[in-house]
Structure formats: C-alpha cells, structure tokens
C-alpha cells in the first residue's frame, strides 16, 4: 500500500526552513518514495493540519527492563512510549535480568521486538554478567545483532580489562558506550553534594565520572576505539571531552534531558522522583553541560529511560533505585526550553536527536528523501499542553517534569512506513488516515 501524507510541513536540514509538501511513502518497502507539493494518489491519504514533519527521532539509550523487570516495563511498552514521543529507533541497555552478555540473550531481545511499534536494536555487555571480570565475546555479540558495547548501570572498575576492550572492539568497529562512575569515589552516594547536605544523604561526587571519563579517553586515544560517553553531568567531564575532540580522539557524547533542565537546586524534598545516576548536578554544572551542547562538544541528546514502579519510587531517595522517564516529554521539553527561546534552532535539535544518534551507532535514518526509511514523525508547535505522566504508554511515570507546560509533542509517528502512533486528541491532532475509495484505514 502507499501511504500519501498532505497538510504538513517539512522540515529542511540543511537550512531550517518549514515549507508545505506531501509525502508518498511505500508500506511494502518501508521507505519514501516522493517528496513535493504535487504527488499521484496513495492507496490511502493521511490529512495533517500544518503539524511540522521530521525525520523519526532516534535514541541511542533507552531501559527496556525485558528480560526479568517487566513489572518496570517490556519490550512492547517501552517501544510504545518511544513511538509516543516521536521515536522510530531506539537502543536498549543490557543491565537487565539475564543481563545480555550472550548472543542468545541479544537474538532473544530481536525476536521480541519484531513486532514492536520501533526499531529495537540491542546494546550487549562489555563484561560477562556486568561483573567487570571477564570481557564477553564482541564478535559474537555483534553476529547476533548488537550494535553497541556497554555495561550501563556500572562503570568497568579495571582499567587494564577496559583497555582490552577498547582494543577489541576497535577491531570489530564497535562503539564502547560507557557509564562513567568510579565505584572507590562514588561510595554510597545518591545526590551531588549540595542537596546531600541538605537533606542529610550521602553525596555522589562528580569526581567519580570524570576520572573514569578521563582515564577511557586516554584508553579510547591509545586503541583507536570509537568511544561513546553516556549522561554526561559534569563541567569538569564536558571539558575533558572537548579536549579529546582536538586531540582526535573518536568520542561521541550524550546528554540526557534532565541535566540540560535541572540542577540539583530543583530538589526540595526526600522524594526519589528527583534520584537518578548521574545526579542532577550544580547549576554551574548544568550551564557547562547546555553549553556544551550548543557548542557540539556533547553531541547528541538521549533520555537514560529509565521506569521504576510506583511503589519503588514511593521509598526515601536513599533506598529507591536511580531513574527517571522520559521518552515522551523529551522533544516537546527541548522545544519549549531550549528552541523557542532562541538557544538553538529547530533542525539543530532535530539533528542532535534523530541525525547525529543514527551516525553515532551506524543505523540507518535521520533524513527524510526518496529512497531513505520512512521513519517519521509530525509534531504540533501550535499547541501548549501540561505534563501529565499518567497519560503516559510507558509503565513508568517517575518523571520530575510533571506539571510543566510544553509544546511540540508529537501527534503521528511512522515507522518503515507503518503508523505506529496516533494522537487521540482533537485539540492536538487532526489527523485521520483515509483510504481512496473511502473509509478509515488501519
């Protein structure tokens, strides 16, 4: 079947401009097969009202908790809320129960998301069980369709192990994503030092993810290997890795969105909604990690999704577990706080979010043109709406953000030609599909 798509506007890359064009996409290709103002008939007709069109985000670290935590979330869920909140690809972490160390366990995590809404594409361990004792086999690991390295949730504690690594997986070209925390610093820490001494909780200092950080650059610089920095928090981490990029270091960096909005000045309470790792850091911290971004020293944004249950996080930020939510506030928030008060462009945020991720892990997408997936999704910027987490598909709904008004959510979003999400409301989104000879398609 081909899809047309009429009344939107599409957004150009190369220049920022928003002009009108229809889009004809193939639903038996999944890809776009003509661009412009006057295209032949689909088998069916998607009507938009003015909505923007962009190239579908993509988000290169996103918690799926499936296998073993599906009270937290699955496979199926996480992938709806990506959809929601204008996502056609997504990586998932491997700290899960099994953690996926084995090539069984990444071909297990395929299978489950053949019918997921999204591309789900695996991020498999560094080190066998997330011990940090024993590397796992990256060439297997990358035969059965992982496309990245990581032992998120911890830091490799041993540098001669993370050295090995780093060596190997420069031989297979396999970006090492890292989460940057030296256990022998960090300790027992759960907030940066201002709100642990405010609240009489132990400070997780920051010294913890930058000597981790400066110790893999240095790793990174010797093997050649294509390391990628996630949630970066701290001014002192942004200026390490400015200083890799001059030297030619092939590092990539990410910054989550609650360390471009929050600092740990927004904490006004024992309530573990604001608990996540890295912390929310100073507002001096917080400054260096936007300006890094806007300089493109931080390269690209991803949300360290992250969905706890109610009941988790009803504990005292001491004992309830890091995290916070985000894959459908993430675009309208950035929009609002960082686009519409001139800090940096529309198509600049689109790149850091849906371009920039692709390139970083060699997936294909970012772009709209013939020939290109039709991977897309159309956002209302004519229209504020609050934060409200129990409208949310993803199970979670510890998000600091609720409450604040934003604009920019997405109302339809495509994937390999499929629509995969679909705004309800009237007021946000008037959309319908409708096939030529009449009638709803579905």
């Not at 938009?48 to 699955?74: A, C, I, N, Q, S």
């Not at 971004?293 to 004992?319: C, M, N, W, Y």
Request: hydrophobic share 45%; net charge negative; glycine share 10%.
């Amino acid at each position: 079947m081909k899809l047309r798509i009429d009344g939107g506007r599409l957004l150009d890359l190369t220049d920022g401009s928003l002009e009108p064009a229809s889009v004809l996409v193939d639903d038996a290709s999944g890809r776009v097969l003509a661009l412009g103002t006057d295209l032949p008939a689909g088998d069916a007709q998607l009507t938009l009202h003015g909505e923007v069109l962009l190239p579908g985000l993509v988000d290169v670290h996103v918690h799926l908790r499936e296998p073993g935590y599906t009270d937290k979330e699955t496979i199926h869920t996480g992938a709806q809320s990506a959809a929601a909140g204008g996502f056609t690809q997504i990586a998932c972490m491997p700290n899960t129960q099994p953690p996926l160390d084995s090539p069984a366990w990444v071909r297990w995590v395929l299978e489950r998301a053949a019918t997921a809404p999204v591309q789900v594409h695996p991020v498999a361990c560094i080190t066998r069980e997330q011990r940090g004792e024993a590397l796992t086999d990256f060439a297997a690991l990358q035969a059965a369709g992982a496309v990245a390295l990581s032992d998120d949730g911890r830091g490799v504690q041993d540098g001669g192990l993370m050295r090995q690594a780093l060596a190997w997986a420069a031989e297979l070209g396999l970006p090492v994503a890292i989460h940057a925390e030296d256990e022998s610093l960090a300790g027992p820490g759960v907030l940066h030092r201002g709100a642990a001494a405010r609240l009489g909780l132990p400070d997780l200092p920051g010294e913890a993810e930058a000597a981790m950080v400066a110790r893999d650059l240095l790793l990174a610089e010797q093997t050649g290997a294509h390391l990628h920095v996630c949630h970066v928090s701290m001014e002192s981490t942004v200026s390490l890795i400015r200083w890799a990029k001059q030297r030619g270091v092939h590092v990539t960096a990410e910054v989550a969105p609650h360390h471009l909005l929050l600092s740990e000045d927004a904490i006004d309470g024992d309530d573990a909604v604001w608990k996540v790792n890295p912390p929310l850091r100073s507002e001096r911290d917080r400054q260096a990690c936007l300006a890094g971004f806007l300089d493109g020293t931080l390269d690209l944004v991803a949300t360290d999704h992250a969905p706890h249950t109610a009941a988790e996080k009803a504990q005292s930020i001491r004992t309830a577990p890091f995290g916070m939510v985000g894959l459908e506030t993430v675009f309208p928030l950035l929009y609002t706080y960082l686009v519409l008060p001139g800090k940096l462009s529309l198509a600049e945020l689109v790149r850091r979010m849906s371009t920039r991720p692709a390139q970083a892990f060699g997936l294909t997408g970012g772009v709209i043109r013939p020939g290109a997936p039709a991977d897309l999704t159309a956002v209302d910027l004519a229209h504020e709406r609050v934060i409200d987490p129990e409208r949310f598909l993803s199970k979670g709904r510890n998000t600091p953000f609720r409450g604040w008004q934003a604009v920019g959510f997405p109302v339809l979003t495509l994937c390999r030609g499929r629509v995969v999400y679909q705004a309800q409301e009237q007021t946000c989104v008037a959309a319908a599909v409708q096939s030529t000879e009449g009638g709803t398609a579905r």
